[in-house]
């Protein structure tokens, strides 16, 4: 068996076993068993200063399964192409046509109980449970999939929805040092007017770092993603370590409403990193106007962000603004057309100076060309 194939043999053989969780006939085992997946083509042009256009070809393809494993219980499974990248499953298209990895992108269960109304419990590798505005990418891009585990309480009551998240996730376990990990909470009320037309949500959270100051930089300890570092000398080796901690608070703001039934939403996102004395702040603002939902239906966007050096943690961010990270500014532009039942075509266009503190910027411009198909 080649070793890309292990996870695709291990997902047959859970898809196998939830199937075979109790004794079913045709029909049933179709109502406790979910199969969905997508695929993504994607043609990229990165321009960076000094350097010659880079023109690359991409692919994304995931498939997931979720199983009912009792009333109050479910379990989900997917696989992904990719690297180990925390932050993308894009496979490049290049080595003489070689064949492409498959990992394990979300592995995880959900558990909720008609005695506890409005709460979700979820342990393992999942999806991002926080809220983002407007799908703001400020603090996380939007194929992060963290671990550990996450508490989410959701309350309604007329035109009104409370959410409460909570969250301990894990990082870096370290066998000759502390472990590093993230400890998060965060509220997000809305209120639904207008005969649902128009809604306005806001909220804030608070994400404390264990343990990231004086470590090396998390997935690459050879690049830092834009936040501040130090060097550090050990005999003959060189490594770099951050050089701050980071406890970020955010606060955000989304308003939307309809106009002729096309949907426009206003967002705003702005966070501090308290643990850093400088370069600590980062905020984005935008707008969207329509939803690539239906056949010939469209969507436009416009955003604009700054993100100093330690606001966030860089390896976590938004990974197609600035090429990934944090010390940067600029705009993104970006239009769907949804050209067939679940066949979409789109197009974003990143537009960004990296070096908010340098004499002279580097200008940074990104391309992508995606069509992206859904079962």
Request: aromatic residues 12%; negative net charge; contains cysteine.
């Amino acid at each position: 068996m080649k070793k890309n194939n292990h996870w695709a043999y291990a997902l047959l053989a859970v898809f196998c076993t939830v199937i075979s969780m109790n004794t079913l006939n045709a029909s049933e085992w179709w109502e406790k068993v979910k199969v969905k997946g997508d695929l993504r083509y994607r043609h990229e042009i990165i321009k960076e200063e000094d350097k010659d256009a880079r023109n690359r070809h991409r692919l994304r393809a995931r498939l997931g399964i979720t199983g009912e494993v009792s009333p109050y219980m479910t379990v989900t499974i997917q696989l992904a192409t990719g690297s180990t990248d925390p932050v993308s499953t894009n496979q490049t298209l290049d080595d003489a046509f070689s064949t492409k990895n498959i990992g394990l992108d979300l592995a995880y269960f959900s558990f909720k109980h008609p005695s506890l109304p409005g709460l979700n419990v979820i342990g393992g590798k999942f999806k991002n449970p926080f809220f983002k505005p407007g799908e703001s990418e400020l603090m996380w891009d939007s194929d992060w999939n963290p671990e550990g585990g996450t508490m989410t309480y959701d309350y309604k009551v007329d035109n009104f929805e409370l959410t409460l998240i909570g969250a301990g996730l894990w990082i870096d376990e370290r066998s000759s040092s502390k472990d590093s990990y993230l400890a998060a909470g965060q509220g997000v009320g809305r209120i639904n007017f207008n005969d649902s037309q128009s809604s306005f949500a806001v909220g804030g959270g608070y994400f404390g770092y264990g343990n990231t100051k004086g470590f090396e930089p998390f997935y690459d300890p050879e690049d830092g993603m834009g936040n501040s570092v130090i060097e550090i000398t050990d005999g003959d080796e060189t490594v770099l370590q951050y050089a701050n901690e980071f406890e970020i608070v955010e606060v955000f703001a989304e308003a939307t409403h309809k106009f002729n039934n096309i949907p426009v939403m206003v967002m705003g996102d702005y966070v501090n990193n308290t643990a850093a004395d400088s370069l600590n702040t980062g905020w984005l603002v935008g707008l969207h106007v329509g939803k690539a939902k239906n056949t010939l239906s469209w969507a436009l966007r416009y955003i604009y962000r700054e993100v100093e050096q330690d606001a966030v943690v860089g390896i976590f961010a938004d990974s197609d603004f600035r090429g990934g990270g944090t010390d940067a500014k600029g705009h993104e532009f970006g239009g769907s057309l949804q050209v067939a039942h679940n066949t979409t075509f789109s197009v974003s266009y990143f537009v960004n100076e990296i070096g908010l503190e340098r004499e002279e910027t580097e200008d940074f411009q990104r391309m992508q060309i995606d069509l992206q198909l859904k079962f």
